[in-house]
């Protein structure tokens, strides 16, 4: 029998990226094996975001150009997509001119195997949409991971918060919780293999409920588990972040990071959001970070032109920003999603306004970068490699405990090396330094 490469594009958040993981699990189970590129490829694989409107376009437009090539790999290569993109569309991407062989649901990944057996049947046209079971959970041996240092353990899935804007609990479905025992279980098993950066997921990690497990019982069971070098878990909802969590995370294996989004800083457009607290509260939680994990980073996510964002509004995010000076901020503009109760509201703020305020805010976070990263020239820090630089391909980079990029531009480094480094220069968003020492 020939042997069947799959190849996987993965866009959007960090569940996706597991979700791609869990999805090359099953094909390799199948007998499939990594290709080195999506064009020698027998199954292609698009792992969609729909959370923007360019996101979906971006995914259906390559959809179509696999689709339509498949004439130049002599009708022999299977194109699917999954995701959010997937849920959304549903049966209109098998329809012209997409014609994906198989969609597979946000909730349906495990039933990828049940969906290569239909494939190789001669079935097309697939529609996986649907879990197969009520309860969800996942076998750690079902993930093949590319990182064997670094993992993503889902605690949770789908989002039950409704935030105005926001297309996620109608494509990824109401919060689900993950067994305990099954994440720990999990944890341990990645330890013992020698994975020693782990990184909790979920839509809303604190909003995590099993049975009487909160969030922060699950952080002590999980953090008691010997061999993580650097735990931390995304994304963090600032009405669910309590003192207890911020207690726990001064002391190791907690990573000092975390990330607050804070969205917009005027409580009458976190009203309209329906995001659940006020500035007032965001900052008491920020000040809590500041007092117990002082040298921690803090992220956050900002949206610009909300439907109704007045002047007045915009200030108030400003003010935020000046006031919290994070570390990091991912910056974006407010994007209609379909079915959202936002996408009902009059998108009152002109183009060219947005983009005015887009600048502001841009100029003023990179004023804040440049200061927060200028800090670290000069120190030695330890860095986790993980890739490859963007800019200076074949350069090795990694990360700091903080999260912070490091390139190494005169180093030679494997993906998973933990490595003691002179920091020596400080960008926008990155750092460039030079190994000193091998760590593992
Ligand atoms: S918390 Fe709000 S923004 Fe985040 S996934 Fe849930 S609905 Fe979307």
């Not at 996986?128 to 959970?137: R, Y």
């Not at 969030?215 to 931390?232: D, H, M, P, Y």
């Not at 503009?333 to 009059?346: E, H, N």
């Not at 703020?349 to 976070?365: G, H, N, S, T």
């Amino acid at each position: 029998m020939t042997e069947r490469t799959y190849y996987i594009l993965t866009f959007g958040c960090q569940m996706n990226k597991l979700d791609s993981e869990l999805a090359a699990g099953q094909l390799e189970m199948a007998g499939y094996s990594l290709a080195e590129s999506a064009e020698s490829a027998d199954l292609v694989l698009l792992n969609t975001c729909s959370v923007r409107a360019k996101a979906q376009v971006k995914a259906t437009s390559l959809l179509c150009n696999f689709t339509r090539d498949v004439a130049g790999k002599s009708g022999r290569r299977i194109v699917g997509i999954m995701g959010c993109v997937a849920q959304q569309m549903q049966e209109k991407l098998t329809e012209a001119p997409y014609l994906a062989e198989f969609v597979l649901g946000s909730r349906a990944v495990s039933r990828l195997a049940e969906v290569l057996e239909r494939l190789a049947a001669g079935e097309r046209g697939i529609l996986a949409l649907e879990e197969d079971c009520a309860s969800w959970d996942y076998e750690a041996e079902t993930v093949s991971r590319l990182n064997k240092r670094s993992a993503y353990v889902a605690i949770s899935r789908g989002c039950s918060n409704f935030c105005t804007y926001c297309i996620v609990p109608y494509v990824r479905g109401p919060i689900q919780h993950r067994r305990p025992e099954s994440i720990v279980d999990e944890v341990r098993s990645l330890t013992d293999s020698g994975y020693i950066d782990i990184c909790l997921l979920g839509q809303n990690v604190n909003a995590y409920d099993y049975d009487g497990c909160s969030f922060v019982n699950l952080l002590e069971r999980v953090a008691s588990i010997g061999g993580i070098r650097r735990l931390r878990f995304i994304t963090t909802h600032p009405k669910d972040l309590c003192i207890d969590t911020v207690r726990m995370m001064v002391n190791p294996p907690f990573a000092p990071y975390i990330s607050l989004p804070l969205q917009s800083g005027s409580d009458r457009i976190l009203g309209l959001m329906n995001r659940g607290y006020t500035r007032g509260q965001y900052m008491e939680k920020v000040s809590w970070l500041k007092e117990y994990l002082p040298g921690a980073f803090i992220s956050t996510d900002i949206m610009v032109g909300f439907p109704g964002e007045t002047e007045a509004d915009f200030e108030d995010t400003l003010e935020i920003v000046r006031k919290a000076q994070f570390d990091n901020i991912y910056s974006f503009v407010y994007s209609t999603r379909p079915r959202t109760k936002a996408a009902s509201l009059m998108s009152d703020v002109p183009d060219e306004v947005i983009k005015a305020r887009f600048k502001r805010l841009l100029a003023l976070q990179r004023q804040n970068h440049i200061d927060r990263l200028k800090r670290f020239v000069g120190e030695t820090v330890e860095v986790l490699i993980d890739g490859v630089s963007k800019k200076d391909k074949g350069a090795p980079c990694g990360r700091t405990p903080q999260h912070v990029i490091v390139n190494l531009p005169h180093d030679k480094c494997d993906v998973g090396e933990l490595v003691e480094v002179t920091i020596t220069g400080a960008g926008i968003r990155t750092l460039l330094g030079k190994v000193t020492k091998r760590i593992l």
